[in-house]
Every structure is written in structure tokens, then in C-alpha cells.
């Protein structure tokens, strides 16, 4: 049965653009490693998060093919449920110890932009493409295999805002060493005030960890990576444009959102 969650606040719960939770997720996904400049990475930072001395300018571009599900078999309606984001997350440290940091996320799914904004994360709306495999072998389905090629690019208001590719070497014999496990992310979960005199004093302000529950990463290939990231009128991801790109890598990750980690609330403050 449906439930109230997210506005509308319908009735019958149907037409509110995202259930309540628990949200799971499965998707394969691309990720580049790169090196920005480390004073851009800095200026990008929230108050609370500062630049870590031990990986300076270090971050990772992520491509992510997703399906997801509620309670109800939401992956049945795949119209809704299915989506593609490309996001950065920025290598940071909270009081002392490794985060990452998502300054810049797009997402082409409603659903998944409200479900990112009530975790944190600052979705817009893009067209976002990536290479897909399939099991039956042709020439147009890239083979997880040694010189295999995928790509992915994302666009937003008739602008290219990047395009990565990964040339496949070898398979990983331990995922859990890809920088994207080893660091929780924190968000900044904000809205801000509309009424007159209120606008520099947002009706929530919160600094939040992301829990993932029963995450995995399988199957992953590690290779060359390509990445460029354009400059775009009007954006300011550019800003974070690689000065070095590291490896490159394919592989599949699911994981289940119920919570998340308040870490700060500067609401009212």
C-alpha cells in the first residue's frame, strides 16, 4: 500500500514523486579518478569540511546506470524508476577523519532528484548516457573483457558538462580499495526561506553523513581513464577540470537508504 512521503501529499500516497523508505538500489556504474586544482576543490567545501592534506585535489567522476525499488516492486514501473546520474565526489576531512563530498549531481529522474535533495545531495535535472553491456554478444554491447571500452557523458540546458571513458585492463580482486568505498559522503541538506527578511536564514541547514546499508560493489575492471570536463556557460563544474586522470573503472554496486547521520544542524544559528 502506498503512503504519504514526499509532496504532493495525494490522498492515496500515488502520486507523491518519492515513497518512503526503504530505498533500494542496483546499478553498474563508471568512475575516473582524477586530480583537480586543490584550491578549487577547497572553495567548494562547506563550513565544517576542510581540504584533506593527505590526497589534495583528489576526487572521483561517477556514471551510474540505476534501478530502484521501494516496498511495493517499484522496479516494475521502470518509467519512474529507472534513471542515470553523473556526479563528483571530492576527497575531505570531518574532524580528522576521510569523507567524500558531492559538490555537483545530475540526475534525468524526478523521483531520484527528490530523493537525492531530501538526503543532501544538490540533484538537478540532465540528460546523462553511459555504455551498457549486454549478455548476448554483438558488436554494439561492450563485453566486460580486456580492451573493452565504455563511455559516458552528461548535458544540461543544451550544454556538455562532461565526458569520461574507461579502457578495460583487469579485473579488481578487491573492490573495497576503490576510493569510492573507503569514504562515507557527507551532504548538506538546505532550503532555504522565501518570506521577507528570512532569506540568509534557511528553514534547514543541516551538515549529514549518508548511511548505506548491505552496500556491495562487484565485479569491478580497472583500466585507463579519459575524462574531460568543458567549460559550460552558466556552470562551474569546469572549475573542478582535471589537471591529472588516473585509472578508470566498470563494475555494479547496490545498497538500501532507511537513515542518515546528522553531523551538524546550523538551522536557526
Known sequence: MSKQYATPLSPRGLSSVAPPPPWHYSGDFLAIEFWADPAAVAAVLPKGLSADPASPGHASAMFIDWQFTGE??????PARYQYREFFILLDAVYEGKPVSW?????????SAMMRGLIQGFPKRLAQVHQTRTFSAPSAAAAQVAPGARFAASA??????LVRAEVKLESALSDPSKLAIAGRPVVNLRYFPRLAAGQHENPAVNELVMSVMDNAKITDVWGGEGKLSLPFAEGEEVSDLQPVRVGAGFRGSMSYTVTDLKTLVDNTNQ
Not at 511495493?72 to 514501473?77: A, M, Q, V
Not at 558531492?102 to 524526478?110: G, L, R, S, T
Not at 548535458?155 to 556538455?160: E, F, H, L, N, T
Request: charged share 30%; glycine share 4%; net charge negative.
Open 72 to 77: 511495493n516492486d517499484e522496479y516494475l514501473d
Open 102 to 110: 558531492c559538490p555537483y549531481i545530475f540526475v534525468d529522474n524526478d
Open 155 to 160: 548535458s544540461a540546458a543544451g550544454q556538455r
